[in-house]
């Protein structure tokens, strides 16, 4: 971006096995300085489509997003499902690195088969995303994929996203943990453009270990409640487990002071759904082409008008019972807000409730939450606290309960009464991440085996999920694939197998597991070169001292636990 250049390289030998996650962590890795400043000139942005990405594998069109983190300070990966994705890889790349920085002006970059061209991207500076990305088509075609970072990027905001369109054109997908949609718009670069027109394809080593590989994983998906047609994610959305978590006494309700609220149905998956149904959006949906779970969806005003995209759990609890909120359409219009801004909604929810906390605006105001993400457009002093975070917005107004892990605001699950998801909020090298290492399956959802949500030895759980996860991350499928191939193996073979097929390999699933624990252990060597240690692998305080109603119990996983995921 400094010289406004870009070229073509070769793989190296050492990265042509990865893909997505295990390449953007291996590349921040060996080109980032782990204690650069995340905004300045040697962070890097790393886009990378999985090892299947592109095929016409099932549920497979995800992207990562990795650098060094503006939130946690420590490495990032982000994830997103998008046809982006799918058209990047067709193109034959298998990762797109931003570096240097541009600090004059905003530039969009325009990827086709054939070149790679810088356009002056003021016209589209300062303005909302769903506005720019109707006109973005309209200049570069009806039919190219987009990733931005939005006004909260050029703010330099630490809880801003990478957005990427739907199959509908919204600015609804996201790779939205760890700012880095700050790291990229400091680059100087605002939009990248890719038409795939003319595209190759991804090469495909062994077609019939693909096809024998994706047609057990297929299988598996179609077969398990979770994730089979008119199943669970397939009827109701992520959003289905609002009622679950609920009962469950661990969704935070009004910045993590309660678990349970008796109006939590209202912003539940299946209120949700009968209401997209009534106004005539639509449910299910999918993220991207090929996505044969369909768990997306695209919320609308009465009357069909003015659609936002999906509406997932984790936003609906962030800007809804987390602040106290139990009115759709006000979530609604938060999760546009977000969008629109190149906002994280998880980052939002836990800095709109800290920031009702500090009484800037009472809890349960859905119109005052608003107000104070349109700060953020105004890039007014308010707006420059809210775009940066859950943190720095609960210290900025002498909060005390701030609900975060290494700076990254903590997600719909509170670990008092689920203890696995907090051994992964505090050991994963992400900061608190419920993706990284998803417990809430054998605790609270029966998949995968039952664990007691209130036993405190959970380390070999979370790590066996983390090494799992990150292997999902790396091969381009969705990670609710996980429901199926847990309690199914053959789905899980057939992953595997549909890698080998791309990349030629012989891995087992044995070595899958390896190659995420190797994964783990290079983000994690980044993160102790960056300066952080053990005592940033642990909950905040207020856990340990604050019983949460109903089931009144704290976060008692001793810190010997924790600190036995990750013995070294």
Not at 127 to 148: S, T
Not at 209 to 220: I, P, Q, V
Not at 307 to 328: D, Q
């Amino acid at each position: 971006m400094t010289e406004l250049k870009a070229r073509y390289e070769e793989v190296p030998e050492k990265w042509k096995n990865l893909g997505g996650r295990g390449l953007t962590s291996t590349i921040v890795s060996e080109e980032v300085p782990p204690t650069c400043h995340p905004l300045g000139p040697n962070n890097k942005v790393v886009l990378a489509p999985g090892i299947v990405t592109g095929t016409s594998a099932p549920t497979s069109g995800r992207i990562s997003v990795g650098g060094k983190s503006p939130l946690t300070g420590g490495i990032k990966e982000a994830n997103a499902g998008t046809n982006f994705a799918q058209k990047l890889a067709k193109l034959g790349i298998k990762a797109l690195i931003v570096q240097g920085q541009s600090k004059d002006k905003y530039y969009l970059l325009k990827i086709t088969k054939d070149k790679v061209e810088f356009f002056d991207a003021k016209p589209w500076v300062g303005k909302g995303l769903y506005e720019v990305y109707p006109q973005l088509r309209e200049n570069f075609g009806k039919d190219v994929a987009i990733c931005a970072t939005g006004i909260a990027g050029e703010l330099g905001g630490a809880g801003a996203g990478v957005a990427f369109n739907d199959i509908d054109g919204l600015p609804s997908r996201y790779a939205g943990r760890g700012g880095l949609g700050a790291v990229m718009a400091t680059r100087g670069l605002k939009f990248i453009v890719v038409d795939d027109e003319g595209a190759p394809g991804v090469e495909i080593k062994n077609r019939d270990l693909f096809k024998e590989g994706t047609k057990k994983l297929t299988a598996a998906l179609q077969k398990h409640d979770i994730t089979k047609p008119g199943g669970t994610l397939n009827s109701y959305g992520t959003d289905a487990l609002i009622n679950v978590i609920n009962e469950a006494g661990a969704l935070p309700h009004r910045n993590f002071s309660a678990g349970y609220d008796e109006l939590a149905p209202l912003v539940s998956g299946e209120k949700k759904a009968e209401i997209i149904k009534k106004r005539g959006g639509e449910r299910p949906h999918v993220c991207s082409p090929g996505c044969i779970i369909q768990c997306s969806e695209v919320w609308v005003k009465e009357g069909g008008k003015d659609p936002v995209g999906v509406l997932e759990y984790e936003s609906v609890w962030a800007l809804g019972p987390n602040c106290g909120i139990y009115n759709l359409d006000d979530v609604g219009e938060l999760n546009r807000a977000c969008n629109d801004l190149g906002l994280d909604t998880i980052e939002m929810g836990g800095t709109i409730g800290v920031a009702m906390e500090g009484g800037i605006v009472k809890f349960g105001d859905g119109k005052g939450a608003l107000c104070l993400l349109e700060e953020v457009r105004k890039k007014s002093p308010l707006g420059r606290i809210i775009a940066n975070g859950t943190e720095f917005t609960g210290k900025a107004f002498g909060v005390t309960r701030i609900p975060t892990v290494k700076g990254q605001s903590i997600p719909a699950y509170d670990p008092r009464p689920i203890k696995g998801i907090g051994v992964t909020y505090a050991t994963t090298p992400m900061g608190a991440d419920h993706t990284a290492g998803y417990a809430i399956a054998p605790e609270i959802l029966g998949v995968g085996g039952k664990a007691d949500p209130m036993d405190t030895k959970k380390a070999d759980l979370s790590r066996a999920l983390q090494q799992s996860t990150a292997f999902i991350d790396s091969s381009g499928y969705c990670l609710f694939t996980a429901f199926a191939i847990m309690d199914i193996p053959e789905g899980f073979e057939g992953m595997v197998e549909s890698c080998n097929g791309v990349l030629g390999t012989t891995w087992t699933v044995d070595d899958a597991v390896k190659l995420g624990a190797k994964i783990l252990e290079t983000e994690r060597k980044f993160n102790k070169a960056a300066g952080l240690t053990r005592a940033h692998d642990r909950l905040p305080e207020f856990m340990r001292l604050e019983p949460l109603p109903p089931k009144n119990v704290v976060y008692d996983v001793p810190d010997a636990e924790l600190d036995r995921v990750y013995p070294d």
